[in-house]
């Protein structure tokens, strides 16, 4: 049986920092997706038709674009720690199932609330002159694993990853740099190509917070 490790004192990498490296996160991203590519497109696929449902229907019962940013919010975050959930299940050598990708509703409230906290926030800062609201979205990067992983309360979670983040922002930021060129390239070809890339980019954001952070929970 696996017996989780136990991960790194938080407070420790505020305070000494770390190295980002973002080669190795995508080569074992892309290690990590080709174990298991089936499931992972399979439910790739499953959040894009979702989302793209999700969507419409919201655009039909409302035009605040607020509201339909909060709700999508709200529902992405536990659709999305599925991707993570798997991901550091197959780094750890684990067998999954496709069950595992649903966990993340396990933690529904708290994913959901971070959510539309972390919408409503980032929205405010692309209001005010872009950079902050650029400056937290990097900066949030692993709320949702500080969520699943340690248990964390939403504003407990976003004030921890902002902390982290900061410690090495600039290269976080190159790290999230390249993963929005992947998600462009991967919409490219009809959106079709997300089916891949989003679970390599999801992959290699919970590569980064194993290697930065150190998960802990055995999922």
Same mark, same amino acid.
């Given at each position: 049986?696996?017996?989780? %490790?136990? /991960? ?11 190295s980002v490296k973002v080669g190795d996160y995508l080569?074992?991203?892309?290690a990590i997706f080709a174990r298991n590519a089936g499931?992972?497109? /399979? ?10 449902? @999700?969507?419409?229907? #919201?655009?039909?019962?409302?035009? $605040? $674009? ?11 975050? %536990? #659709? ?8 550091? =299940?197959?780094?750890?050598? $684990?067998?999954? $199932? *496709?069950?595992?990708?649903? !966990? /993340?509703?396990?933690?529904?409230? %708290? #994913? ?12 405010? /800062?692309?209001?005010?002159?872009? @950079?902050?609201?650029?400056?937290? @979205?990097?900066?949030?990067? *692993? ?12 504003w407990e979670a976003m004030e921890t990853s902002r902390?982290?983040?900061? =410690? ?12 929005? #060129? ?7 070809? @009809? ?7 989003? %679970? ?16 802990? !929970?055995?999922?």
């Open positions: 049986m696996y017996v989780p %490790p136990e /991960g790194r004192d938080i407070e420790r990498v505020i305070r000494e920092g770390y080569s074992d991203s892309w499931a992972f497109v /399979g439910y790739a696929f499953i959040v894009l038709v979702a989302g793209a449902g @999700l969507n419409w229907a #919201l655009e039909l019962l409302t035009k $605040q $674009q607020l509201v339909i940013n909060f709700i999508t919010a709200a529902i992405a975050a %536990p #659709l999305s720690a599925g991707f993570y959930i798997v991901a550091l =299940k197959l780094k750890r050598g $684990q067998p999954t $199932q *496709f069950a595992d990708f649903l !966990r /993340g509703f396990d933690d529904f409230v %708290p #994913l959901a609330l971070a959510g539309m906290i972390t919408s409503l926030l980032v929205s405010v /800062g692309m209001i005010l002159l872009v @950079l902050p609201g650029i400056y937290l @979205l990097v900066a949030y990067m *692993f709320t949702n694993l500080l969520i699943i992983d340690r248990g964390l309360e939403p902390k982290i983040v900061s =410690k090495r922002w600039f290269s976080v930021f190159g790290f999230g740099l390249v993963l929005s #060129l992947i998600f462009l390239v991967g919409a490219i070809p @009809l959106g079709l190509g997300l089916l891949v890339a989003f %679970p390599i980019i999801y992959s290699a954001i919970a590569v980064a917070y194993d290697d930065i952070v150190g998960s802990q !929970r055995s999922f």
